[in-house]
């Protein structure tokens, strides 16, 4: 299963995709978590270390070259995860974690090589039913191309109850309308009761398949540059456990 976590900056994208990877590496599932996020935030959030370790997937490039040259296109080898080499990612229990790693250049230089390469991974990649694919996307639509968000099975837009983030979901949902995606699920966060929730649905047309409050738990372990999931309340770990479950594989 491959899932993209999308929505306006600052909503928690980041912080909602840690604790669904961790959540899905809790229930058995072997992840592989990509930060496509021009300045990767992930694995800081994930608890790693040695993130200055880690080869940017741009990177992969070279590889991809020198794999065609020798074999015919590695991205007609049908690849696996566990093919995928092992200075790309940082690993640890059932999580891997890639970062796409643009480091964003002055002049508003375009990451479309990055997100090429990222784009073909994605669409590749052969996964088994106990693999789960889990991207934290870059703030926004810009860089949703067709390509990257079309092969996902699951497309969630992060949102708080305000009308800024909801205008962005708002475009993020237009665009998987027009390119026919039907699994655009909205998720609330730092939601307060069912009154934020009804405004989230009355704005966007779409109850949040889940929500989580606000927790000074999460904000503090991600202040003290923690691994946010050892901190984040039982009760907020359960709804999205349970939410998790219920995701199949379109
Ligand atoms: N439910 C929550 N409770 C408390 N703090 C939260 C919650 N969700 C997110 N935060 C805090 O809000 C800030 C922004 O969250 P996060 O980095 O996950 O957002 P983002 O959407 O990934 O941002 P960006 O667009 O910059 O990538 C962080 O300090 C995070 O700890
Ligand atoms: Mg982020």
């Known amino acids: 299963m491959k899932i993209a976590i999308s929505g306006k900056g600052g909503v928690g994208k980041s ?6 990877i ?15 996020d021009p300045s990767p935030h992930l ?3 994930l608890g790693f270390e040695h993130t200055e370790r880690i080869t940017p997937i741009a990177e992969m490039n070279e590889l991809l070259a020198e794999r065609s ?16 080499p092992e200075k790309f990612m940082l690993e640890r229990d059932n999580i891997k974690l890639m970062v796409v790693g643009a480091i ?26 106990q693999e789960v694919i889990v ?19 699951h497309l969630l837009t992060v949102v708080q109850p305000y009308k800024g983030s909801i205008e962005t ?23 307060a009761g069912r009154e934020d929730e009804d405004f989230i649905e009355q704005e966007l047309g779409m109850r949040p398949f889940f929500s989580i409050p606000f927790s000074p738990e999460i904000r503090s372990a991600e202040r003290k540059g923690l691994r946010v ?13 349970n939410a998790l479950s219920t995701l199949q594989k379109s």
């Open 15 to 20: 912080t909602i995709s840690s604790i669904i």
């Open 69 to 84: 040259e020798r074999q015919g296109a590695f991205y007609n080898l049908n690849p696996k995860v566990d093919d995928l």
């Open 169 to 191: 979901a708002r475009k993020i949902k237009k665009l998987a309308d027009d390119l026919g995606i039907k699994t655009l699920k909205v998720i609330g966060n730092q939601v």
């Open 104 to 129: 964003q250049k002055g002049g508003g230089g375009c990451a479309c090589a990055e997100n090429a390469v990222l784009r073909n991974l994605v669409n590749s990649l052969l996964l088994n039913p």
């Open 229 to 241: 999931y050892s901190y984040v309340p039982d009760t907020i770990k359960n709804i999205i456990k």
């Open 22 to 36: 961790e959540t899905f590496a809790e229930m058995g599932k072997k992840v592989l978590a990509i930060d496509s």
């Open 43 to 45: 694995a800081r959030l």
């Open 135 to 153: 991207m934290d996307m870059e703030a926004g639509v810009e860089h949703l191309g067709r390509g990257t968000i079309q092969s996902v099975d």
